[in-house]
């Protein structure tokens, strides 16, 4: 579902005893929220999510394109047209197991480039890389599932609408989900501009607290919800 950049401004506001926004102008909390979901982004690179097609490289060794923050997931490959279906793409757990058993499985010469992956590899080390299996001939095209920045929320347009929260109507670029940790972001950068405040950094720290385990408990439920997925696959086969 999605949410106005000014709920979160109104939350902020209320939060910070300031429903006037003098002390804290809608244009920062505004920038502030901007600045959040850049944030977001960083510490979870999947949070927003896009399902595209990428055409392949020669070789095993494939990059993430450039306007992805990251590759979630591989699903299929795909012929001249994504609607046509494809076969299913395996996804390796452990790299070793096909080093022991074919070492030279990246060279051409000993598992032929083709058009059509098989399986699909991904090393925590080099987060915007994966390797295919077999290496591709430059033809072929996969569907995946990547990460995304988020699109940062329009302001208003006129100088005047600028000075109000109620005029900040753009929708906020991720899901609902995300509302409360977008808001300890702003407010954590709301208290850090007030830093003379006696208890003003611990306040601020306190939220981003807040907003860092949030983040890593999502971490931790998508995690759960892959491992049990494996689980049930492995049950069934």
Known sequence: MAFKASE??????????????????????????????????TMKPNAKTVVATMDLAVGTVQAVPPEYTCLSRVLRNVGALPASGGTAITVLARREILDRQMPGWQDPAVLPNGKTVNMVYQDLAAPRSFWVVPGNDGTGKIEAVFGASPTPAAAPTTPADKLLIDKYVAPVDLPDIYQTILLDLVLFRAFSKDSAAPDAAQRAGVHFEKASAAIQALIQGEAALSLAGTIIAQTQG
């Open 8 to 41: 979160v401004m109104k939350r902020a506001s209320t939060v910070l005893q300031d429903a006037s926004a003098e002390r804290w102008t809608a244009m920062e909390l505004h920038d502030w929220l901007n600045q959040a979901l850049v944030e977001v982004a």
